[in-house]
């Protein structure tokens, strides 16, 4: 049982160019979402998903797309990286209920020069 | 709105010595309370939460967490503190009011276990 995987683990952008990180879930969870996490600012929702088909933005999306055409696949999308997009970020999933926990993956490690 | 407060960036014990991570959180309806940990260059693994029921709270590895509606805080305990124990700590909140509610984050508490 893998989880939830992140593709991939590090990645170095050049100020402009676009990518996407992969994020997917074996565990037929309902939920998604994308943190990134800052020095000093722990983490920041990007965007979430209640299901295939539905996403909505969290605190900080500009700058991002995400969509979710399986229950299983929830990709970020870079669309012109930028510098202040240089950050670590998480895939997380949980199920349908506000009290369950959310699982992670292991994180992406962003660099944008 | 919700929001969750961690009011140390870092916490220093002595190995054998009691620990407390500190939480505060604020909520409009009832709060779901979660605590992760991070070790370096690792996604985030949970420990524990609180749902309802009893304000005590055992989780993994020997934490356990204390909730108090009165002060709308869920401490992170255990008694005896391990140099293993040195990690990033997170707590989350959850409001059960209506609708779906994202999970919320703290800023993190740096625990330091020093032997």
């Known amino acids: 049982n893998a989880g939830v995987t992140q593709t991939p683990k590090f990645q170095v952008l050049k100020t402009g160019q676009s990518m996407t990180l992969q994020c997917a879930q074996d565990?037929?969870?309902?939920?998604m979402s994308w943190y990134r996490q800052d020095p000093g600012m722990g983490l920041r929702l990007i965007h979430y998903?209640?299901?295939?088909?539905?996403?909505d933005q969290g605190e900080v999306p500009n700058g991002y797309n995400v969509s979710r055409s399986t229950t299983e696949d929830f990709p970020l999308r870079l669309l012109s990286a930028a510098p202040s997009q240089t950050s670590v970020y998480f895939c997380?999933?949980?199920?349908?209920?506000?009290?369950?926990?959310?699982?992670f993956g292991q994180g992406t490690r962003l660099t944008v020069v | 709105a919700q929001s969750v407060a961690q009011p140390e960036d870092q916490v220093n014990v002595a190995e054998g010595n009691p620990l407390t991570v500190k939480c505060t959180y604020s909520v409009s309806g009832n709060p779901y309370l979660f605590w992760y940990v991070q070790y370096p260059n690792r996604g985030l693994q949970f420990l524990l939460k609180?749902?309802?029921?009893?304000?005590l709270v055992k989780g993994s590895y020997g934490f356990e967490a204390e909730f108090n509606k009165s002060q709308t805080s869920f401490h992170l305990k255990k008694p005896s503190a391990l140099v293993s124990d040195s990690a990033l700590y997170f707590c989350a909140v959850r409001d059960n009011g209506s609708g779906y509610s994202t999970l919320t984050f703290g800023k993190g508490t740096m625990l330091l276990v020093s032997p």
């Open positions: 609180y749902i309802t029921g009893d304000n």
């Open positions: 997380a999933s949980s199920g349908r209920g506000l009290n369950t926990e959310a699982f």
């Open positions: 565990m037929n969870h309902e939920y």
């Open positions: 998903s209640v299901g295939a088909g539905i996403t």
